[in-house]
């Protein structure tokens, strides 16, 4: 139904059923990609990781302000929701990092997205300690200024990311421009094949017929005054821009609201339901257990190796095993997406039972492995909805996420205020999962009965 990341690397002829073989380019899987990969980990690192580590600050904000624990996450929250909805600082920089990636590898794609999205538990870890020290130095307030100071590497991780380089240059001889990796048309998404010349690619063949017009003119204008050499490029950069500008919005209008929408995909919009449900359970011990330490007396145990710690380093070994044996051709990546969303789901249910150091650090050792799978995301995403509406499709998804941990911690704080224990906050949590969970599992159970139908209606008429 949907165009898939094995249609990559082939060109569009004329004829719909003929693919010819491209050139593979340098930079896919190997090159430059790697070098994507490290600026994708330290903009992990910098973004991912300060959010992570928030709940240092969240006890400090407890103490100094003296407000309910549920307004008081609100901060927290608000600072992770808004970078996963609409922020336009770090909310900017997370998503073209994790896109890049995809758009760089085709063998390896989980491997490095794996490797790549480990600058989340590094970042926990580092800052964590960081934002400790810092805190006890120089305060709260000074100390989340020398984090902004430090955040803006991200300049330098932004300049090392750069776009593939097409295989050919196009010619105004009308002959097509292959490149490394081919785009579709938005029709093409839903049907899943290529489709013959439509109205709206010969409105835009004709627009960049009239592009090359005008540079064949620029060519002939030589010995003009050179006022009319500058209209003529004025006039060439003004088409060239009018014709990128319609391209996009009809691309993006058409991937929305039109008939190959990313929404008429029903395994995707169980996706989105499942994003909405879980990044909450995952977010709520980052921003909740050093306070939880705490009621629980293990602060000194806590200081030594921080329980955050230990959630961040297993979450670095979880994204790369889990984005291994992902790769593997005999294993599926749904089936490992979903293994270690169960297990995830367990070990949210277990940690309020959990109530000496050594019980809390195994049950938060499961945390960060199985929330390796945020890995796999992207390549789940991709396999929905091919490589071309990865952007679109995988934004949605962390939009999603991001409600999810907007209204996730201040949820847990607002139990916590009625009830005086996290308990309840982890219980009710475990079970939004579940729900997530199942939104993931209706489409496949609903393949499977018709699949057993059409057997059964099959070995009836034989």
Same mark, same amino acid.
């Given at each position: 139904?949907?165009?898939?990341?094995?249609?990559?690397?082939?060109?569009?002829?004329?004829?719909?059923?003929?693919?010819?073989?491209?050139?593979?380019?340098?930079?896919?899987?190997?090159?430059?990609?790697?070098?994507?990969?490290?600026?994708?980990?330290?903009?992990?690192?910098?973004?991912?990781?300060?959010?992570?580590?928030?709940?240092?600050?969240?006890?400090?904000?407890?103490?100094?302000?003296?407000? =309910?624990?549920?307004? %008081?996450?609100?901060?927290? $929250?608000?600072?992770? /929701?808004?970078? *996963?909805? +609409?922020?336009?600082?770090?909310?900017?920089?997370?998503?073209?990092?994790?896109?890049?990636?995809?758009?760089?590898?085709?063998?390896?794609?989980?491997?490095?997205?794996?490797?790549?999205?480990?600058?989340?538990?590094?970042?926990?870890?580092?800052?964590?300690?960081?934002?400790?020290?810092?805190?006890?130095?120089?305060?709260?307030?000074?100390?989340?200024?020398?984090?902004?100071?430090?955040?803006?590497?991200?300049?330098?991780?932004?300049?090392?990311?750069?776009?593939?380089?097409?295989?050919?240059?196009?010619?105004?001889?009308?002959?097509?421009?292959? =490149?490394?990796?081919? %785009?579709?048309?938005?029709? $093409?998404?839903?049907? /899943?094949?290529? *489709?013959? +010349?439509?109205?709206?690619?010969?409105?835009?063949?004709?627009?960049?017929?009239?592009?090359?017009?005008?540079?064949?003119?620029?060519?002939?204008?030589?010995?003009?005054?050179?006022?009319?050499?500058?209209?003529?490029?004025?006039?060439?950069?003004?088409?060239?821009?009018?014709?990128?500008?319609?391209?996009?919005?009809?691309?993006?209008?058409?991937?929305?609201?039109?008939?190959?929408?990313?929404?008429?995909?029903?395994?995707?919009?169980?996706?989105?339901?499942?994003?909405?449900?879980?990044?909450?359970?995952?977010?709520?011990?980052?921003?909740?257990?050093?306070?939880?330490?705490?009621?629980?007396?293990? $602060?000194?145990?806590?200081?030594?190796?921080?329980?955050?710690?230990?959630?961040?380093?297993?979450?670095?070994?979880?994204?790369?095993?889990?984005?291994?044996?992902?790769?593997?051709?005999?294993?599926?990546?749904?089936?490992?997406?979903?293994?270690?969303?169960?297990?995830?789901?367990?070990?949210?249910?277990?940690?309020?039972?959990?109530?000496?150091?050594?019980?809390?650090?195994?049950?938060?050792?499961?945390?960060?492995?199985?929330?390796?799978?945020?890995?796999?995301?992207?390549?789940?995403?991709?396999?929905?909805?091919?490589?071309?509406?990865?952007?679109?499709?995988?934004?949605?998804?962390?939009?999603?996420?991001?409600?999810?941990?907007?209204?996730?911690?201040?949820?847990?704080?607002?139990?916590?205020?009625?009830?005086?224990?996290?308990?309840?906050?982890?219980?009710?949590?475990?079970?939004?999962?579940?729900?997530?969970?199942?939104?993931?599992?209706?489409?496949?159970?609903?393949?499977?009965?018709?699949?057993?139908?059409?057997?059964?209606?099959?070995?009836?008429?034989?």
């Amino acid at each position: 139904m949907y165009a898939s990341h094995e249609d990559i690397g082939y060109d569009l002829e004329d004829d719909p059923k003929a693919k010819k073989p491209l050139k593979p380019h340098p930079d896919v899987d190997g090159g430059w990609a790697w070098m994507v990969v490290l600026a994708s980990f330290f903009v992990h690192i910098l973004i991912m990781g300060s959010q992570m580590a928030l709940g240092v600050l969240n006890v400090e904000w407890l103490e100094e302000f003296h407000q =309910s624990r549920g307004l %008081t996450a609100w901060v927290s $929250s608000l600072s992770m /929701g808004i970078t *996963l909805i +609409v922020g336009l600082g770090s909310g900017m920089v997370y998503l073209p990092a994790v896109v890049m990636v995809g758009r760089y590898f085709q063998k390896r794609r989980a491997l490095a997205q794996g490797l790549s999205t480990t600058g989340t538990g590094f970042g926990t870890f580092l800052m964590t300690v960081l934002l400790k020290y810092l805190c006890a130095e120089y305060g709260w307030r000074n100390a989340m200024f020398i984090q902004g100071a430090v955040s803006l590497n991200l300049c330098v991780c932004g300049a090392l990311m750069r776009p593939l380089s097409p295989g050919r240059v196009e010619s105004c001889s009308g002959r097509e421009e292959p =490149s490394a990796l081919p %785009t579709h048309s938005t029709e $093409s998404v839903k049907s /899943g094949g290529p *489709l013959g +010349v439509t109205e709206e690619q010969e409105r835009r063949l004709g627009n960049e017929e009239t592009v090359c017009d005008l540079q064949t003119q620029e060519s002939q204008g030589q010995t003009r005054p050179r006022k009319n050499m500058c209209a003529f490029r004025v006039l060439k950069t003004v088409s060239q821009l009018t014709v990128r500008v319609q391209r996009g919005f009809r691309d993006w209008y058409s991937g929305y609201f039109g008939t190959a929408s990313l929404f008429t995909n029903r395994t995707f919009v169980a996706f989105i339901f499942w994003a909405l449900f879980a990044y909450s359970s995952f977010v709520i011990p980052f921003i909740h257990l050093p306070e939880i330490v705490s009621l629980y007396n293990l $602060s000194d145990q806590n200081d030594v190796f921080p329980l955050t710690s230990i959630i961040a380093i297993l979450h670095i070994l979880g994204k790369v095993m889990l984005g291994a044996v992902a790769d593997l051709p005999c294993i599926s990546v749904w089936n490992v997406f979903l293994i270690a969303n169960f297990t995830l789901v367990l070990s949210i249910f277990l940690l309020p039972l959990m109530h000496t150091y050594a019980s809390l650090a195994v049950i938060c050792a499961l945390i960060g492995f199985s929330s390796g799978y945020f890995s796999l995301m992207p390549v789940v995403t991709e396999d929905l909805v091919g490589t071309e509406h990865l952007a679109n499709a995988y934004g949605i998804i962390i939009c999603a996420n991001g409600i999810s941990a907007l209204l996730g911690p201040p949820f847990a704080g607002w139990i916590f205020d009625i009830t005086q224990k996290y308990d309840f906050s982890f219980y009710v949590c475990g079970l939004l999962y579940m729900v997530g969970i199942v939104f993931l599992l209706i489409q496949p159970c609903i393949q499977r009965i018709e699949q057993s139908r059409r057997k059964y209606i099959e070995g009836a008429h034989a």
